[in-house]
């Protein structure tokens, strides 16, 4: 359901609160069925794994109604949407939490930032408010900065969303032979290189090369 997806798409779940928001658990995972636009559909939310997704069914013939996902007007689809999105909106204050990336790993390694340099990630554009620039707290200069971009933009056969985080390198040939690491995206790539935060390097290989980047604007 794509209305799930975007509302959530950067939240993560506290499970221990669903419960009181009225799902249950069946099968390792967690439901929560809601009847909506007076009794015509069931909305139907499941979290599993901690990922959210969601379905709408029509009562009467107990069919998937497909048509809340297409971009159509119209009255109808836009008082289901709405009805979907006050549902959905109270949900997601009630038991999530906004992360600042979307992946596991770019969310991990900020967290670690912060804990070891008591830095935060500065969203400095608002056309991009997902990108996420990390500063030396002495001299002000960048060590990092992580951004949301489509795959084609460092590897022009593929697309997709992914997340990398450039850092500057002293040797960029060398750093670019390691798997995950690619010239840099929209930087000067004669010193810095983008990583890819897919789990392709380890947590401790990506903060290693965030530690040399630091090292290298601290001199």
């Given at each position: 359901?794509?209305?799930?997806?975007?509302?959530?798409?950067?939240?993560?779940?506290?499970?221990?609160?669903?419960?009181?928001?009225?799902?249950?658990?069946?099968?390792?995972?967690?439901?929560?069925?809601?009847?909506?636009?007076?009794?015509?559909?069931?909305?139907?939310?499941?979290?599993?794994?901690?990922?959210?997704?969601?379905?709408?069914?029509?009562?009467?013939?107990?069919?998937?109604?497909?048509?809340?996902?297409?971009?159509?007007?119209?009255?109808?689809?836009?008082?289901?949407?709405?009805?979907?999105?006050?549902?959905?909106?109270?949900?997601?204050?009630?038991?999530?939490?906004?992360?600042?990336?979307?992946?596991?790993?770019?969310?991990?390694?900020?967290?670690?930032?912060?804990?070891?340099?008591?830095?935060?990630?500065?969203?400095?554009?608002?056309?991009?408010?997902?990108?996420?620039v990390?500063?030396?707290?002495?001299?002000?200069?960048?060590?990092?900065?992580?951004?949301?971009i489509?795959?084609?933009?460092?590897?022009?056969?593929?697309?997709?969303?992914?997340?990398?985080?450039?850092?500057?390198?002293?040797?960029?040939?060398?750093?670019?032979?390691?798997?995950?690491?690619?010239?840099?995206?929209?930087?000067?790539?004669?010193?810095?290189?983008?990583?890819?935060?897919?789990?392709?390097?380890?947590?401790?290989?990506?903060?290693?090369?965030?530690?040399?980047?630091?090292?290298?604007?601290?001199?």
């Open positions: 359901m794509k209305l799930v997806d975007e509302l959530f798409k950067r939240y993560k779940v506290k499970e221990e609160l669903l419960p009181a928001f009225g799902f249950a658990v069946n099968d390792g995972a967690f439901r929560f069925t809601k009847t909506i636009s007076n009794g015509a559909f069931n909305l139907i939310i499941t979290v599993k794994d901690k990922k959210i997704s969601g379905e709408l069914i029509d009562t009467d013939f107990g069919d998937r109604y497909n048509q809340i996902d297409n971009d159509v007007s119209g009255s109808f689809i836009a008082e289901l949407k709405r009805e979907c999105s006050e549902l959905l909106l109270s949900l997601r204050e009630k038991c999530f939490y906004k992360e600042n990336f979307i992946f596991s790993q770019s969310n991990r390694i900020t967290a670690r930032i912060k804990e070891k340099y008591g830095v935060e990630p500065e969203i400095l554009w608002a056309k991009y408010p997902y990108f996420g990390f500063r030396n707290k002495i001299n002000d200069k960048w060590f990092g900065i992580i951004m949301n489509d795959k084609s933009k460092i590897l022009p056969t593929e697309k997709g969303e992914i997340e990398i985080i450039n850092v500057k390198s002293e040797d960029v040939p060398e750093t670019l032979k390691t798997k995950g690491i690619y010239p840099a995206y929209h930087m000067n790539k004669k010193s810095w290189v983008s990583v890819v935060l897919d789990d392709t390097l380890s947590d401790e290989q990506v903060f290693s090369l965030i530690e040399k980047s630091l090292e290298i604007i601290s001199k």
